[in-house]
């Protein structure tokens, strides 16, 4: 049974930084591209970061570009998202993704559809 699961979510002033951590298990980690998904409320869910399973390509969103750092740990099945400089429209909920990515063209690593496996989310919320 695969598993994801988010942690390091939390409130934070505005300027602030948070790093999620995305545990995965039940699957052969280092053969999956892994992505990070936000959904606020009212709002339909947008990619934000995205990395190959091989951690050598990486992408992410114009609105986190220079403010937001995927990485991962194969040894530890575990990706990273290390955010900084946070601003109240960051506030969403944060979900992260596993998936067997056909290619490494960026409109698959964008695609929510192309994710085989998702986590139940875990909330961000900056205060101005």
């Known amino acids: 049974q695969v598993q994801l699961v988010e942690s390091g979510g939390g409130l934070v002033q505005a300027g602030g930084s948070l790093r999620l951590s995305c545990a995965a298990s039940?699957?052969?980690?280092?053969?999956?591209?892994m992505g990070w998904f936000r959904q606020a409320p009212g709002k339909e869910r947008e990619f934000v970061a995205a990395i190959s399973s091989s951690g050598g390509i990486t992408f992410s969103a114009d609105s986190v570009k220079g403010r937001f750092t995927i990485s991962r740990d194969n040894a530890k099945s575990t990706v990273y998202l290390r955010m900084n400089s946070l601003k109240p429209e960051d506030t969403a909920v944060y979900y992260c993704a596993a998936g067997r990515l056909r290619s490494d063209n960026s409109n698959y690593y964008y695609d929510a559809d192309q994710y085989d496996y998702w986590g139940q989310g875990t909330q961000v919320t900056v205060s101005s």
């Open positions: 039940g699957l052969t980690f280092f053969m999956y591209a």
